[in-house]
C-alpha cells in the first residue's frame, strides 16, 4: 500500500475523474467567475494532499468491521464548519468531545469505536433555497465558509472561489492539529475517562452513574492486569466531510502511481447527500470513480431499490466496508421506511455499513422561531434505528452526529432541558442546530445503554 500521491497529468483522465463535468451537479454556487475558479482549481490540483491512499484504505477497513458488528463508528462535528471558529481551543473541544463519547460506546458496544470528525473540510451546505430575503433584500443564501461568506450583504454572500484555497489552508492546519491531539497523549484513556467523571458530577447526569462505574471498574482492571496505557495513547482518528463542491474534490484528487487508483485526498470518508444522491447526477459519478470509503444519506422518501441501485453504482465490487448508508429518516418515520430498505438491500446481498443520523430527519421551528431539534427526537431515532435491526439480525453500526464541544443552546431537551427560552442564550451555529457538550456525551450513555441491551 502506498502513500505517495501523483497528480493527474493535465487534459488527461485515464480514471474518468472527470466525466462527472457532463451531468447535472446539484447545489453547486453559481460562481460569477470562471476563469477565477479554473485558476484556484488548477493551485489547488497541485496542492499537497490532506490524507494519503493508506490511511483511506485502513479506514475502509474499520468500517467493514462495522459492517461487521465488530467495531461500531462515532461521526461526529459541526454542521457547518466555519474559518473563524478554526481556533485551537475550539479543535480540541470538539475532539475531546468525541473521545469522550467514544469512551462510553466502547464499554457499551463491546468493541472498538472508529472516531470520525465532521472536520477539516465540513465548510460547504446544501440548502433549501437558493435564496434569502431579508426585509425586501433578497441575496444568494450563505452555503458554508467555502462558498460564500455568513453576513447578509451582496459582497459577503457572492460565491468567491478564493474561498476554496481558504477552506483548503484551514482544513490543513486544521488536520495537523487533530493530529497532534490524536497522536500526542491528548487521548490517554485515562484522562479522557476522568473528563467523564467530570461530567458525571453534576447531578442532572446521575442516572448514568451505574455506567460510569462500570467504565471506571473496567479501566482499573486493566490497570490490575498490566495493560500499558502508553500504547493507548495515540488513537486514530479519521476526517470526513459532506462532498459538495465538486470543483474542490476533483481538485484534490490525486492518483496512487502503486495501484493506479485515485483517491480525494480532501478527507479520510466522504459522503453525498440527501439532496445531491440522484443516480445519474454528479455526485454519484465522481464519488464512483474514488477508492475512499464512501456514504450516502438516506432520508425517508428512499426506495429500497434506490438504495440497491446506489450500492452498484458505488461498489460495484461490493467490497465491504466501502460504502456506508447513514439513515436519517426523522423519528416518526425510521420505523415504517428503514425496515424494507435493510431487507431488501441485505437480501440483494449488498455489503453496507449501516449508520444513523438522528439529527436530519428530526429539524423543526421552534414556536420563538429558531431552526432547532428536539433531543427527545435525537434519541427516539436512534432507538428506532436499533429496534429495526434487531428484529432483522442486521447490524447497526454507528452514529452520526452534528455536535459541538461548546456549551452552545441550539437543540431543545436533554437532562439539563434547554427550553425554547433557552435557545437564545447560545444559539451559535450558522445553519442546523447541534448538540452541545453534555448532550453529545449524554447522547453516547444512552447509545451505550442501548448497545449493552443489544448485545445481551
Ligand atoms: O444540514 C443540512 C442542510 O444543509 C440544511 O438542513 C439545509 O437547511 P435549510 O433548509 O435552512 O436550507
Ligand atoms: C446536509 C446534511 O445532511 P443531509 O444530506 O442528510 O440533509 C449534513 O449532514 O450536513
Request: include cysteine; aromatic fraction near 6%; glycine fraction near 8%.
Amino acid at each position: 500500500m502506498s502513500t505517495a500521491v501523483d497528480i493527474v497529468a493535465p487534459g488527461t483522465d485515464p480514471e474518468g475523474l472527470d466525466r462527472f463535468r457532463a451531468l447535472e451537479a446539484r447545489q453547486q454556487p453559481a460562481w460569477p467567475d470562471a476563469d477565477a475558479l479554473a485558476a484556484v482549481a488548477a493551485r489547488l490540483s497541485g496542492a499537497a494532499p490532506l490524507v494519503v491512499p493508506a490511511e483511506a484504505e485502513l479506514l475502509t477497513q474499520r468500517l467493514a468491521a462495522a459492517g461487521r458488528g465488530e467495531a461500531f463508528l462515532l461521526q461526529g462535528g459541526d454542521c457547518a464548519e466555519t474559518f473563524a471558529d478554526a481556533s485551537a481551543t475550539r479543535i480540541r473541544n470538539k475532539v475531546r468531545t468525541i473521545l469522550q463519547m467514544a469512551v462510553v460506546l466502547t464499554h457499551g458496544a463491546s468493541t472498538p469505536v472508529v472516531k470520525m470528525g465532521r472536520l477539516a473540510g465540513q465548510y460547504a451546505k446544501p440548502r433549501s433555497s437558493d435564496s434569502e430575503t431579508r426585509d425586501g433584500v433578497t441575496l444568494p443564501a450563505y452555503r458554508g465558509d467555502m462558498v460564500n461568506g455568513h453576513p447578509f450583504t451582496p459582497a459577503d454572500r457572492a460565491p468567491d472561489p478564493r474561498r476554496l484555497e481558504q477552506a483548503y489552508r484551514i482544513s490543513a492546519a486544521t488536520a495537523n492539529v487533530v493530529r497532534a491531539f490524536t497522536r500526542g497523549g491528548y487521548a490517554d484513556l485515562r484522562q479522557v475517562h476522568e473528563w467523564n467523571r467530570g461530567f458525571m458530577r453534576n447531578p442532572a447526569y446521575s442516572r448514568y452513574e451505574r455506567t460510569a462505574t462500570e467504565i471506571d471498574r473496567a479501566i482499573r482492571f486493566m490497570e490490575a492486569c498490566g495493560a500499558d496505557f502508553d500504547a493507548l495513547r495515540t488513537v486514530e482518528f479519521y476526517l470526513s466531510h459532506e462532498a459538495l463542491i465538486l470543483d474542490y474534490e476533483r481538485a484534490l484528487t490525486r492518483v496512487d502511481p502503486a495501484t493506479g487508483r485515485a483517491y480525494d485526498t480532501s478527507a479520510h470518508f466522504l459522503w453525498i447527500g440527501e439532496r445531491t444522491r440522484q443516480l445519474d447526477g454528479a455526485h454519484v459519478e465522481f464519488l464512483s470513480r474514488v477508492a475512499n470509503p464512501v456514504g450516502v444519506k438516506l432520508g425517508p422518501t428512499t426506495a429500497p431499490a434506490d438504495a440497491i441501485a446506489l450500492a452498484e453504482r458505488l461498489n460495484p465490487d461490493n467490497v465491504p466496508g466501502r460504502l456506508t448508508f447513514v439513515a436519517r429518516m426523522g423519528a416518526g418515520r425510521v420505523r415504517d421506511v428503514l425496515p424494507a430498505v435493510v431487507e431488501e438491500v441485505t437480501a440483494a446481498g449488498v455489503a453496507v455499513t449501516w449508520v444513523t443520523d438522528p439529527m436530519h430527519g428530526n429539524t423543526i421551528t421552534s414556536d420563538s422561531g429558531f431552526k432547532t431539534r428536539r433531543f427527545a427526537d435525537v434519541l427516539d431515532e436512534v432507538t428506532g434505528f436499533f429496534e429495526v435491526h434487531r428484529a432483522l439480525g442486521t447490524v447497526p453500526g454507528g452514529l452520526h452526529m452534528e455536535l459541538t464541544g461548546d456549551d452552545v443552546t441550539e437543540v431543545l431537551g436533554g437532562s439539563e432541558e434547554i427550553s425554547d427560552d433557552g435557545l437564545a442564550l447560545r444559539y451559535e451555529t450558522l445553519v442546523d442546530p447541534r448538540l452541545n457538550h453534555q448532550q453529545s456525551l449524554e447522547t453516547a450513555f444512552q447509545v451505550a445503554e442501548m448497545l449493552t441491551r443489544q448485545s445481551r
